[in-house]
């Protein structure tokens, strides 16, 4: 319950990431909640591996992800010390503690400060008595019921083996029938357990799936899955909150979900729609009318179906738990989903592979991320191959050296290196090269998410890897001059500072008053613009995939990317300001600004950018000739030229469901066009057209844009 908490403390958890709106809603509700005008809530991140959590917090510590649970240590050591009454914990430190002791002190001050207004959170990649050992902490803080709040559900309580155990059944030839409803074990198994082996002893396998991957081709049957938007479907979260789906669209190739094919095995005849009526009237314990269908359909939830949640903890949580006195090793390797392909399931699409990571702004590829310091001492260079090395198996995988990330640490992103993904992701039978390295090849079921005694050999051999951070550098100096003025560009202070001076972001302006050479221009009936708060963005990439989608824009290539073509309209800047070990973010989208004396208009010898009487800055693609002159006097650079011809896919014979993709409202610009950002243009036209058929002016909010919604 964030809206709650004025304290938020994240031990290797990507809360935000994974809930994009959560510190939004918890900054708002504070806003209006506190009555000593303190707005804000702070959000502590303590975690290996830059997430977007730790570039949106207030506080971020990098710390290697084994040392997580030591470091909860020392906040429960320090908890004790302030409920002891100790004034000033920190003055009992030597002189030489680590700033993570000290940091760790101030953390529990503010925890003991709001009891029962605080959140203690902790990821995945943590071990389950790390996780005992934070909900007992929330507990004892007075946060259980509050702020946190355990589901119990008693209908999910039943007991599942382990894909491991299932493995050795496998083997043992126990196993006569085997049915995979999604999921790609063949795939993302980890190294220690030899399920493709053992799939080989099984008479008879069937997979049903939306594609023919690692599994299917092993497999002696594969059933085609329909796609979610094409699904009747009845679920239950973790909350104990039941939610229904309903399909979109048509199914386009004839699948079954895996709901259908397991009525049709238990001869059951009824359709989806009844099946998934029917455990939602269980559910209700068959009080179900039709209009509360109805309802549950429309909103997609049943709001008053919230299970019973824990008042207090279990005995075996509230019980003591073991200290974490962590072995020291040279190197660890930390395995993260991945940003845009999460555990490989979304590798064959393109949008995602080509959208930038938050953090590195890195696309196609996955790659080790290690620190400066370790690089150093190492002896790995930024875009070289290394080999990792975990009891004794090997990965070869190019390095990426990023600030920030813990001394000691590597990270891996998981979901690359699939080689039967389709024409994106890579497929060996189809020829096209695996996208990145397999990253399950290294670990194993005890611990698949932290590797420890691991050992890196730097090979020297340069690796291209297609980033988008620093592409509009004219040159080597341009690119030092934009590190110099990061102090000018990224402008922020502390909530005291902007009470003082709330226009401090201008003290630093000295340049002279501006004269236009053109005649201002002035509207009288719409004027479009768009205002983005940076203070609430946290680098998604959301609003630029949207954009995508809505727009028609086209997916390159790596190496198209890796020169600096790639056709994104929008773009998010990364800025990492402070010290090298430990810097913060800042981010910053970018689009066309549709200036009101747009520099790119004044150049075009065709008038092809014009501005309209209602000031956007359009874009005439039929009158474009290609000269780019008005790429190259745009000042926010984010003008796109159409290379190669892109929309020739959607011609082709036998690509009918690719045409499916494109949004019929924008046009498919042709080769040679310039391109960029209209403020989703189709979308004023649409509102406009619907207020002129109701004899009114457009209301407030009625268009939006695909990045704003």
Not at 38 to 62: C, K
Not at 307 to 329: H, I
Not at 367 to 382: D, F, M, N, W, Y
Not at 680 to 706: F, L, M
């Amino acid at each position: 319950e964030l809206h709650r908490a004025r304290v938020i403390v994240c031990l290797d958890e990507d809360l935000i990431g994974r809930h994009p709106n959560a510190l939004r809603h918890a900054r708002d509700y504070a806003s209006r909640r506190d009555p000593n005008g303190d707005w804000m809530n702070r959000l502590y991140a303590v975690e290996s591996q830059f997430s977007i959590t730790g570039a949106a917090a207030d506080h971020r510590v990098p710390v290697r992800s084994s040392e997580i649970g030591k470091f909860l240590v020392a906040i429960e050591e320090a908890v004790d010390k302030f409920e002891a009454g100790q004034d000033n914990p920190e003055a009992t430190l030597p002189g030489e503690a680590a700033i993570e002791e000290r940091i760790a002190l101030a953390i529990a001050s503010d925890l003991v400060r709001h009891r029962g207004a605080s959140v203690i959170a902790v990821g995945m990649h943590q071990p389950p008595e790390l996780h005992a050992r934070a909900a007992r902490l929330n507990d004892r803080l007075g946060n259980l019921g509050t702020t946190v709040r355990y589901g119990m559900d008693p209908a999910f309580h039943g007991k599942t083996a382990n894909l491991q155990s299932l493995t050795k059944a496998m083997q043992a030839g126990e196993v006569d029938t085997l049915l995979v409803l999604g999921g790609n074990p063949v795939f993302d198994a980890p190294a220690d357990v030899p399920f493709t082996k053992a799939l080989a002893n099984v008479p008879h396998s069937i997979r049903l799936g939306i594609y023919n991957d690692e599994t299917s081709q092993l497999c002696q049957w594969h059933l085609p899955e329909s796609h979610p938007l094409e699904q009747w479907g009845c679920f239950r979260g973790g909350d104990a909150i039941i939610s229904v789906s309903q399909p979109l669209i048509e199914s386009l190739r004839n699948g079954r979900s895996a709901l259908e094919l397991l009525a049709r095995l238990t001869g059951d005849r009824r359709t989806p729609l009844e099946i998934a009526r029917a455990a939602v009237d269980e559910a209700m314990d068959g009080s179900l009318t039709d209009k509360q269908w109805r309802r549950i359909v429309h909103d997609g939830f049943v709001s008053a179906a919230l299970g019973p949640s824990l008042t207090e903890l279990p005995r075996s949580v509230a019980r003591d738990l073991p200290d974490f006195n962590v072995v020291e090793t040279p190197l660890e390797l930390v395995f993260t989903p991945s940003d845009s392909v999460h555990d490989g399931r979304f590798a064959n699409n393109g949008w995602l592979q080509e959208t930038p990571d938050s953090i590195t702004k890195l696309t196609w590829d996955n790659a080790a991320i290690i620190s400066p310091k370790t690089a150093r001492e190492l002896g790995v260079e930024h875009a070289t191959l290394v080999d990792l090395t975990v009891e004794g198996r090997e990965l070869r995988v190019p390095a990426f050296i990023l600030p920030g990330q813990a001394d000691g640490s590597i990270g891996l992103a998981i979901g690359y290196g699939r080689t039967a993904a389709g024409q994106v992701g890579g497929s060996l039978s189809g020829g096209v090269a695996p996208v990145g390295s397999n990253a399950n090849l290294l670990r194993t079921s005890e611990s698949p998410f932290i590797a420890t005694n691991v050992i890196l050999v730097a090979t020297g051999q340069p690796y291209p890897l297609a980033t988008t951070q620093e592409h509009h550098a004219i040159d080597t100096p341009g690119l030092e001059e934009i590190g110099h003025r990061i102090g000018e560009l990224v402008r922020e202070g502390t909530i005291d500072e902007y009470r003082e001076h709330p226009d401090f972001v201008h003290h630093d302006d000295h340049h002279a008053p501006l004269k236009s050479l053109w005649q201002e221009p002035s509207y009288d009936g719409h004027a479009w613009g768009m205002s983005i708060d940076l203070n609430k963005c946290i680098g998604c990439n959301a609003c630029m995939v949207a954009c995508q989608a809505e727009n028609n824009v086209p997916v390159v290539g790596k190496d198209q990317v890796a020169r600096g073509r790639e056709m994104h309209w929008l773009r998010v800047d990364r800025y990492f300001t402070g010290k090298t070990d430990n810097p913060q973010v800042s981010t910053q989208p970018v689009a066309c600004n549709h200036c009101e004396n747009a520099p790119c208009e004044q150049v075009c010898p065709v008038a092809a950018t014009v501005h309209s009487d209602e000031g956007l800055n359009d874009m005439v693609y039929n009158r474009c000739v290609g000269t780019r002159y008005c790429a190259n006097n745009c000042p926010y650079k984010v003008r796109r030229f159409n290379y190669f011809d892109y929309s020739q896919q959607f011609t082709e014979p036998g690509r009918e469901l690719v045409q499916l993709v494109v949004n019929p409202e924008v046009t498919v610009r042709s080769r040679g066009v310039m391109e960029k950002c209209t403020y989703c243009v189709q979308r004023i036209q649409g509102a406009k057209n619907d207020a002129k058929n109701g004899q009114r002016p457009i209301r407030y909010g009625e268009s939006n844009t695909a990045c704003q919604q």
